[in-house]
């Protein structure tokens, strides 16, 4: 330096830099270092950026005011420097030298001003808004000119004038342009032109914001603020950026991923010794869906050595490593950095102590210190959030190429690959899989991380404290396993607790299920012991689980503790000269913070790393399925005039399976009908698959000309409006619209639906009949108006009459259809006379081909065919219309006119039917009688009525979800006593005080450390040694002895809370009246009973206990730092209310944000599973691109939501750590004015609590959060456990005699009754009484009220005025359970339970084995039972589905005869119940149940003709009530009914 400066300016000086008050740098340390600095960053960063902005190219800027003035203040800037070296070259002249610094100086200066200067203008040309690099450049030069500005300023006054009067102007010339630079530079340019920003309406700020905005996460700001005022909504979303739209980030991934399929080929391409046959995977376009047909790779004879063909698979991961890498790579580099940064704070803590003791040392070391100390912490708190920033996004693009990769493939994949994979396993690998990657990438970078951040820590602690670490890390080894032994007990106790959980959610779905059945048996009891059973046994887990979680949660708070100790008294005990000092100590104990998270970190990461690798390879295999062949079918050929042509086809669903089409060739001509008829199962549903392409062709020519229109057999209807299924994506016109519905019968429907054709159909059509929805799928082929159409048995699933309006009206020969090419698939025989050509498969093969006369002459399998299906035919259609009548009620002329249609239209009729056809209408007299029609669709409505409930009326659906939402505004704080009131107010208070305690024992015992280390100045370490660690190690162990005790008593609080919780709400829905059931959805009650109680048993607890343990924390670190600094209260206030403000504004945003996320994640994966089981239909119509758009939109839709709940972390994060950085700040500063009266320990103290206290301070506002999002449970379950109840179920002065009801005698008086509230009456002034022993007929049409009266008896509804009494009680005065059980009703609908056919019997287990085979003997179960393995131990499935509907019905009529009271009320089925069954049940009754009173409601009027009296109502009132021989001869309603059944002439 000598050689720069020259001999009389020194590059050094120590006593007047570092030991004096007024300290200043010499010369030439500021004209070279401090010149030279900002010089050498900007030139080192130069190449680097300028390849950057090379490579990123966003539109160029226009010129603007503030452009240009930085321009023109860069270029001032250059002049300024050369005017210097121009004066040194002028002092030259004059022969006054300079010395070489003067001259090398200014021009590197001015150079470096230039390239300033070009940078600014290259960047705008670049669409750079705001510059991170000249900001760093012009904010580093300002720092450094601020030490010359001072030490100048200082020599003018020294020397009382100043004495080189140019560069001191120059100087000042240079240091407020330098300024004005770095204030303008703070500001934005307007965007590029032609960028996305300018059209999008809503675009993200982050785009637009500048290089402080994007670090500090000033932009999010503004959706804070929105997010305070009110709830968020999807509008205030902002629009992705463009780099994280699925457009963007799948195709990323499926370029690499091709190129990794296509590397993977050409090494199986390499012949070997063995050859296999396999498909090639086709090109990319397949997958994108931008032209089916544009790859045409002919099938090849593959070579692919078997040995080493797994060696060669295409790896997922670099393809996931090649798109997303680079971009994590620098969230990478800035964790390194952060890394390094975190081990600067303890080394200046130590600088810091050792200051306090040098009393005669400036006071400007210790307050630079402060500030270093705030300035690193600021840096380490600014660089760890933009890495994670970097990861999160990283993250966020994975899942959506991960999900959009598997949703395009899923389109494309072969049968036989289909069948490997279900839809339930695919939909896993999207949520579950995806989310894996998503969390691992935000703990990716701890793998090199959490090594070097330990080996960093050893080498400082070393150097500290020498060899005695080793003991301290020892035992940071030994806990390792432990905490890997609880998280595998814990995973296992999970495991066995989900199942626990999920078999009483199954069995709360049955009871809601049968909610109405329980009532009316009164079995309310016994099944709310077995859901109780059942919460017992999980609650037991739960225990467990609070035992192994507060032993893990005693770990990890004194781990570091017991280092510490381990260390110190290692270390103090080795050595006679070792001396514990501040210094060691409290460096150590900083250190060993630092320690703590890598090491708590790396079995977690190694953890996620094993789940993520497992799901890697899932969804590596998913994606190296075989793909269909888009060239299997030939759609270009145009030479012949046939429009389908097939030749020797032979076909096989996969590969494995022996072919399933042998040897097809089929010509269709253009515009013909041909008809393809076979047994069940010989394959024609696999020729219309052939023909889409849909199976493996393994040999022959397929071609098909023109468009194609599919309906497979199985309607396939989208979770979208009517008119959005049928129209399928084509353009509305409402002439063609109307036709099409005209044709497929829809017209009347939808008069019967609640919107109309835009009425919202649910999940896999739920809300249509099965009809309506085969007729929907119809009507979509139709609109399509393609060349030709593939009909895969369309009227199989609509009932006689429609499907002969159909035939006529569409398929037909004068149908609409009438000109294209129609292939028809069909059971119906009545059809096959107007068909142009019939084509008969026979297990495979194609055996007859001709018009039907000609088929009919062969006399082969055809007429064979006929022959069998003549009759079944007939009875099915009969059947089929007596019920689809029944259940759609939407054709009300007289059906027997139908009957003869449809007999007129046979061909072939004989005697023998026609009487037949009579037999049937007349046993099921009721399909046919339009008045006592469509009861069934009575029963069915109230199945229905959950979905109608939700679908509708959407309008006030959404208000039902906004008032929820608006309720949790902000928690009442009366949700949090209610929690504490079910955990026990005295525990409650306990627990807190615990807490309080386990805090004062650690506090306690760093003050004893301080002490201890106080020892060392004056010199008497060694005396009281012993007694030193003894205290220190006492008070350790007694916190996390108290840990322990508070982390298991709150569990156990937590648990019997839940325990409460649950208990009430589940009392509380027994005890609900019927009305609220039909009211309100099964899924919201089942919500509760799963999300609800999940919540309050696994997520609340632990976010209480988080919560109470960084609240502790963040107080002691108050406590200790006031306690050693008393001014620090007077920063305390400020601090406390910009901490509170800021999480106010958090928790109101992140809980929308997280609650619009979830209501967006679903419908990815509903449309995904649709998407799935309609690939076919999908692929037909040439819809496939369409879709993958649509499900591209839902994920950006929710990933919308998503990243602005990462950043709003961010945001978060930024500002509370900077609370925490100036508690850091105020502490060291305090302890440097106040370092005359405080010792080193106490020093050490406050400052290493206030670099803890960031932590906790963050944690805090999260569990805050979670708190509000989780507490909002406990309020949901009250809300249900508080709902209106029915009357008692016993009421103890009231009971009636244990014989009762003796005689049977049930008088109405006067009686009315309504559903609910506000409704009108069902049954109006019921006035009539019945005799014991009497056998009473109800008939009526729907809603005349006939349910109605047996639910009064059983008061499931109660009386609106006048009332009933049996045997002369009154039943209203009754207990619910003494009247129910002393009735007996057998319902309309068979419910059975999952469980023992016994317990479905006796749930109360009151009779003997004896009694319960008396009642299957006479109720003819005998047989069926007896001859199971397992006799009356029977397993019956969920809702008795291993049952059939017959035998089910038996059952209850088993439970009725083991009831046998003297009142029997029977709700006749419908539809259900098949002949045989019918007359068993009616002779049982008449049998067993002589001397009773029965009630029957009657559907089939032949089972009541013999009954004493029939009871006619209608509209609520009673029209006629006498023998039935009486009501004929009057000729009344009940004339008119036996007259529509044929019972009468």
């Known amino acids: 330096m000598e050689r720069l400066c020259g001999p009389n300016l020194p590059f050094w000086e120590a006593n007047q830099t570092l030991h004096t008050d007024q300290p200043d740098l010499p010369q030439c340390f500021q004209l070279s270092v401090l010149s030279w600095l900002p010089c050498v960053y900007l030139w080192a960063v130069c190449p680097i950026y300028l390849f950057y902005l090379k490579r990123n190219h966003s539109g160029y800027i226009m010129m603007s005011i503030l452009n240009r003035f930085k321009t023109v203040l860069g270029l001032l800037l250059w002049i300024v420097c050369w005017t210097d070296l121009f004066y040194t070259f002028h002092e030259l002249r004059q022969d006054d030298t300079q010395p070489p610094i003067y001259f090398i100086t200014p021009l590197v200066l001015g150079m470096t001003m230039l390239l300033a200067t070009f940078l600014i203008q290259f960047e705008r040309l670049r669409g750079v808004q705001s510059s991170g690099v000249l900001l760093i450049f012009w904010f580093l030069s300002v720092l450094c000119a601020i030490?010359?500005?001072?030490?100048?300023?200082?020599?003018?006054?020294?020397?009382?004038?100043?004495?080189?009067?140019?560069?001191?102007?120059?100087?000042?010339?240079?240091?407020?342009?330098?300024?004005?630079?770095?204030?303008?530079?703070?500001?934005?340019?307007?965007?590029?032109?032609?960028?996305?920003?300018?059209?999008?309406?809503?675009?993200?700020?982050?785009?637009?914001?500048?290089?402080?905005?994007?670090?500090?996460?000033?932009?999010?700001?503004?959706?804070?603020?929105?997010?305070?005022?009110?709830?968020?909504?999807?509008?205030?979303?902002?629009s992705l950026n463009k780099r994280d739209t699925s457009k963007v980030a799948v195709m990323k991934l499926l370029q690499e991923w091709e190129k990794e399929l296509a590397k993977a080929k050409s090494a199986e391409t390499r012949p070997s010794n063995q050859a296999v046959f396999s498909k090639l995977p086709p090109s990319t376009t397949n997958h994108i869906g931008a032209g089916a047909g544009e790859s045409s790779l002919e099938e090849a004879e593959v070579l692919l050595p078997n040995q080493k063909a797994a060696s060669r698979q295409p790896s997922f991961l670099r393809a996931l490593i090649k798109a997303f890498g680079p971009y994590f790579l620098i969230g990478s580099a800035f964790k390194l950095l952060q890394d390094v940064i975190t081990f600067v704070n303890p080394q200046l803590l130590r600088m810091l102590i050792s200051f306090t003791k040098e009393k005669e040392a400036p006071d400007w070391w210790g307050y630079s210190l402060a500030f270093l100390m705030f300035f690193t912490a600021i840096l380490q708190t600014l660089i760890l959030h933009c890495q994670f920033q970097y990861c999160f996004i990283t993250g966020m693009n994975i899942r959506t190429a991960v999900i959009g990769a598997i949703y395009r493939k899923s389109l494309v994949i072969t049968n036989a690959a289909k069948r490997s994979s279900t839809v339930g396993e695919v939909v896993n690998l999207m949520s579950v899989d995806a989310q894996r990657f998503m969390d691992l990438t935000t703990f990716l970078n701890m793998l090199w991380s959490a090594p070097l951040q330990i080996m960093l820590a050893l080498y400082f602690l070393w150097q500290n404290l020498g060899p005695s670490v080793l003991a301290g890390v020892a035992v940071m080894v030994m806990l390792i396993p432990l905490?890997?032994?609880?998280?595998?007990?814990?995973?296992?106790?999970?495991?066995?607790?989900?199942?626990?959980?999920?078999?009483?959610?199954?069995?709360?779905?049955?009871?809601?299920?049968?909610?109405?059945?329980?009532?009316?048996?009164?079995?309310?009891?016994?099944?709310?012991?077995?859901?109780?059973?059942?919460?017992?046994?999980?609650?037991?887990?739960?225990?467990?689980?609070?035992?192994?979680?507060?032993?893990?949660?005693?770990?990890?708070?004194?781990?570091?503790?017991?280092?510490?100790?381990?260390?110190?008294?290692?270390?103090?005990?080795?050595?006679?000269?070792?001396?514990?000092?501040?210094?060691?100590?409290?460096?150590?104990?900083?250190?060993?913070?630092?320690?703590?998270?890598?090491?708590?970190?790396?079995?977690?990461?190694?953890?996620?790393?094993?789940?993520?690798?497992?799901?890697?390879?899932?969804?590596?295999?998913?994606?190296?399925?075989d793909e269909l062949d888009p060239d299997s079918v030939d759609r270009k050929n145009t030479a012949t005039e046939f429009a389908v042509t097939v030749v020797n086809g032979k076909f096989t669903w996969s590969k494995e399976d022996p072919p399933i089409l042998h040897n097809i060739n089929v010509m269709v001509p253009q515009g013909s009908l041909l008809a393809v008829v076979g047994h069940v199962g010989c394959g024609k549903s696999s020729l219309i698959s052939a023909l889409l392409g849909e199976v493996?062709?393994?040999?022959?020519?397929?071609?098909?000309?023109?468009?194609?229109?599919?309906?497979?057999?199985?309607?396939?209807?989208?979770?979208?409006?009517?008119?959005?299924?049928?129209?399928?994506?084509?353009?509305?016109?409402?002439?063609?619209?109307?036709?099409?519905?005209?044709?497929?019968?829809?017209?009347?429907?939808?008069?019967?639906?609640?919107?109309?054709?835009?009425?919202?159909?649910?999940?896999?059509?739920?809300?249509?009949?099965?009809?309506?929805?085969?007729?929907?799928?119809?009507?979509?082929?139709?609109?399509?108006?393609?060349?030709?159409?593939?009909?895969?048995?369309?009227?199989?699933?609509?009932?006689?009459?429609?499907?002969?309006?159909?035939?006529?009206n569409l398929i037909g020969p004068e149908g609409v259809l009438k000109g294209k090419t129609r292939i028809l698939v069909t059971h119906g025989i009545s059809f096959l006379p107007q068909v142009d050509n019939i084509m008969v498969i026979v297990e495979g093969r194609v055996s007859e081909m001709g018009s039907y006369q000609e088929l009919l002459k062969?006399?082969?399998?055809?007429?064979?065919?006929?022959?069998?299906?003549?009759?079944?035919?007939?009875?099915?259609?009969?059947?089929?219309?007596?019920?689809?009548?029944?259940?759609?009620?939407?054709?009300?002329?007289?059906?027997?006119?139908?009957?003869?249609?449809?007999?007129?239209?046979?061909?072939?009729?004989?005697?023998?039917?026609?009487?037949?056809i009579r037999q049937i209408s007349i046993i099921s007299a009721d399909g046919e009688n339009p008045k006592s029609r469509s009861v069934r669709r009575h029963t069915g409505s109230q199945r229905k009525h959950s979905e109608q409930q939700d679908k509708k009326k959407p309008h006030e659906l959404q208000k039902l979800i906004q008032s929820e939402t608006a309720e949790t505004g902000r928690v009442k704080s009366k949700v949090y006593l209610e929690y504490a009131k079910a955990v026990g107010v005295l525990l409650s208070v306990f627990i807190c005080f615990l807490y309080g305690c386990q805090s004062a024992a650690a506090i306690g015992a760093n003050i004893?450390?301080?002490?201890?280390?106080?020892?060392?100045?004056?010199?008497?370490?060694?005396?009281?040694?012993?007694?030193?660690?003894?205290?220190?190690?006492?008070l350790g162990i007694a916190q996390g002895i108290l840990v322990m005790m508070s982390s298991f008593t709150l569990a156990m609080g937590n648990i019997g809370a839940a325990r409460k919780l649950h208990a009430n709400l589940l009392t509380?829905?027994?005890?609900?009246?019927?009305?609220?059931?039909?009211?309100?959805?099964?899924?919201?009650?089942?919500?509760?009973?799963?999300?609800?109680?999940?919540?309050?048993?696994?997520?609340?607890?632990?976010?209480?206990?988080?919560?109470?343990?960084?609240?502790?924390?963040?107080?002691?670190?108050?406590?200790?730092?006031?306690?050693?600094?008393?001014?620090?209260?007077?920063?305390?206030?400020?601090?406390?209310?910009?901490?509170?403000?800021?999480?106010?504004?958090?928790?109101?945003?992140?809980?929308?944000?997280?609650?619009?996320?979830?209501?967006?994640?679903?419908?990815?994966?509903?449309?995904?599973?649709?998407?799935?089981?309609?690939?076919?239909?999908?692929r037909a119509y040439g819809r496939h691109s369409a879709f993958v758009m649509m499900s591209d939109m839902k994920v950006d839709e929710n990933q919308k939501s998503y990243y602005p709940g990462i950043v709003s972390n961010r945001w978060l994060g930024v500002r509370i750590e900077f609370i925490g950085n100036c508690m850091v700040l105020f502490a060291a500063l305090f302890a440097v004015t106040g370092r005359e009266n405080l010792n080193p320990g106490l020093v050490g103290l406050s400052v290493s609590y206030a670099l803890q206290v960031t932590m906790s301070l963050n944690w805090m506002v999260r569990m805050t959060s979670d708190l509000e999002n989780n507490i909002v449970a406990v309020e949901r379950v009250k809300e249900y456990s508080e709902t209106k109840t029915e009357a008692p179920w016993e009421v103890e002065d009231k009971k009636p005699p244990p014989d009762w009801p003796t005689e049977g005698n049930v008088e109405f008086q006067d009686y009315s009754v309504r559903y609910r509230e506000g409704l009108d009456l069902v049954l109006k002034n019921l006035t009539?009484?019945?005799?014991?022993?009497?056998?009473?007929?109800?008939?009526?049409?729907?809603?005349?009220?006939?349910?109605?009266?047996?639910?009064?008896?059983?008061?499931?509804?109660?009386?609106?005025?006048?009332?009933?009494?049996?045997?002369?009680?009154?039943?209203?005065?009754?207990?619910?359970?003494?009247?129910?059980?002393?009735?007996?009703?057998?319902p309309q609908e068979p419910v059975l339970f999952s469980g023992t056919l016994k317990m479905n019997l006796d749930p109360f287990e009151k009779y003997s084995d004896?009694?319960?085979?008396?009642?299957?003997?006479?109720?003819?179960?005998?047989?069926?039972?007896?001859?199971?393995?397992?006799?009356?131990?029977?397993?019956?499935?969920?809702?008795?589905?291993?049952?059939?509907?017959?035998?089910?019905?038996?059952?209850?009529?088993?439970?009725?005869?083991?009831?046998?009271?003297?009142?029997?009320?029977?709700?006749?089925?419908?539809?259900?119940?098949?002949?045989?069954?019918?007359?068993?049940?009616?002779?049982?009754?008449?049998?067993?149940?002589?001397?009773?009173?029965?009630?029957?409601?009657?559907?089939?009027?032949?089972?009541?003709?013999?009954?004493?009296?029939?009871l006619v109502l209608d509209k609520g009132q009673i029209a006629e009530f006498d023998t039935p021989a009486n009501l004929i001869s009057q000729r009344g309603i009940f004339y008119g009914m036996t007259k529509d059944a044929g019972l009468t002439q």
């Not at 299924?725 to 016109?733: D, V």
């Not at 059947?879 to 046979?906: K, N, Q, R, Y």
């Not at 696994?1098 to 209480?1104: D, F, H, K, M, W």
């Not at 008939?1339 to 349910?1347: E, H, I, L, P, Q």
Request: glycine share 4%.
């Open 147 to 238: 030490v010359p500005f001072r030490s100048k300023i200082l020599q003018a006054f020294s020397q009382n004038e100043v004495t080189d009067k140019l560069r001191f102007t120059t100087f000042y010339f240079y240091f407020g342009l330098v300024i004005c630079e770095l204030i303008l530079c703070c500001f934005n340019e307007k965007p590029p032109l032609f960028s996305d920003v300018v059209t999008d309406p809503n675009p993200c700020p982050e785009t637009t914001a500048g290089f402080l905005s994007t670090v500090t996460f000033w932009w999010f700001t503004s959706m804070a603020i929105k997010g305070y005022k009110k709830p968020l909504e999807d509008k205030d979303l902002w």
């Open 483 to 625: 905490n890997a032994v609880i998280a595998m007990k814990t995973r296992a106790y999970q495991v066995e607790q989900m199942q626990h959980k999920d078999s009483r959610i199954k069995l709360m779905n049955e009871i809601l299920n049968g909610i109405k059945v329980l009532k009316l048996y009164a079995w309310e009891n016994s099944f709310k012991e077995k859901i109780l059973a059942i919460r017992q046994k999980e609650l037991n887990v739960l225990r467990k689980m609070a035992y192994l979680g507060a032993l893990s949660t005693m770990a990890w708070t004194s781990a570091p503790f017991l280092v510490a100790l381990t260390t110190f008294a290692v270390y103090v005990s080795v050595d006679e000269n070792n001396v514990l000092d501040a210094e060691r100590a409290f460096v150590s104990l900083s250190l060993f913070n630092i320690l703590r998270f890598p090491l708590n970190m790396l079995p977690q990461v190694i953890s996620s790393l094993v789940q993520a690798s497992v799901s890697l390879k899932r969804i590596q295999r998913f994606l190296s399925h």
């Open 696 to 808: 493996e062709k393994l040999e022959g020519e397929v071609s098909i000309r023109g468009s194609v229109a599919y309906v497979p057999q199985q309607a396939w209807i989208q979770n979208a409006s009517l008119r959005d299924n049928i129209l399928f994506g084509k353009p509305y016109n409402e002439q063609k619209y109307c036709c099409v519905l005209e044709a497929c019968a829809l017209t009347p429907d939808l008069e019967v639906l609640p919107g109309g054709d835009m009425t919202e159909i649910g999940e896999k059509g739920i809300n249509l009949s099965g009809g309506q929805r085969q007729r929907v799928s119809l009507a979509r082929a139709l609109y399509s108006d393609t060349d030709i159409y593939l009909l895969d048995d369309p009227l199989s699933a609509v009932d006689a009459h429609v499907a002969k309006h159909i035939f006529d």
């Open 858 to 916: 062969q006399n082969g399998a055809f007429a064979e065919f006929l022959r069998t299906y003549a009759l079944e035919d007939i009875v099915e259609d009969e059947e089929e219309a007596s019920e689809s009548m029944a259940e759609e009620g939407l054709f009300p002329d007289d059906a027997l006119s139908i009957h003869t249609d449809m007999v007129d239209s046979e061909p072939v009729i004989n005697e023998a039917k026609r009487n037949f």
């Open 1008 to 1034: 004893w450390l301080s002490q201890w280390t106080n020892d060392a100045s004056a010199n008497q370490t060694q005396e009281n040694l012993n007694m030193r660690v003894g205290v220190y190690a006492a």
């Open 1068 to 1178: 509380n829905k027994f005890h609900t009246p019927q009305s609220f059931y039909d009211t309100t959805p099964l899924g919201r009650i089942i919500n509760r009973f799963s999300k609800d109680i999940y919540i309050i048993d696994e997520a609340l607890p632990s976010t209480v206990l988080m919560f109470l343990a960084t609240f502790f924390v963040s107080l002691s670190t108050m406590i200790v730092i006031v306690s050693s600094t008393p001014i620090f209260a007077v920063v305390i206030a400020p601090l406390a209310f910009i901490y509170i403000f800021v999480q106010r504004f958090y928790v109101a945003t992140s809980r929308q944000l997280k609650r619009l996320e979830s209501v967006s994640r679903s419908p990815i994966y509903s449309h995904f599973s649709e998407t799935v089981t309609g690939s076919s239909v999908i």
């Open 1328 to 1386: 009539l009484s019945v005799k014991g022993g009497e056998k009473i007929g109800i008939v009526g049409r729907t809603g005349a009220g006939k349910s109605s009266m047996t639910l009064c008896l059983f008061r499931l509804l109660e009386a609106a005025a006048g009332e009933i009494s049996i045997d002369g009680v009154k039943i209203s005065e009754l207990g619910l359970h003494d009247l129910r059980s002393r009735l007996t009703i057998i």
């Open 1410 to 1510: 004896e009694e319960l085979w008396g009642a299957l003997q006479q109720s003819h179960l005998h047989k069926f039972v007896s001859n199971q393995p397992a006799k009356l131990e029977l397993e019956c499935s969920e809702g008795g589905e291993n049952l059939s509907v017959g035998q089910r019905q038996l059952v209850c009529l088993a439970r009725a005869l083991l009831r046998k009271t003297r009142i029997l009320i029977l709700d006749e089925a419908t539809a259900a119940v098949d002949l045989e069954t019918d007359d068993l049940i009616q002779s049982t009754i008449r049998t067993q149940f002589e001397d009773c009173t029965v009630f029957t409601i009657a559907h089939r009027l032949n089972t009541i003709m013999d009954y004493t009296r029939v």
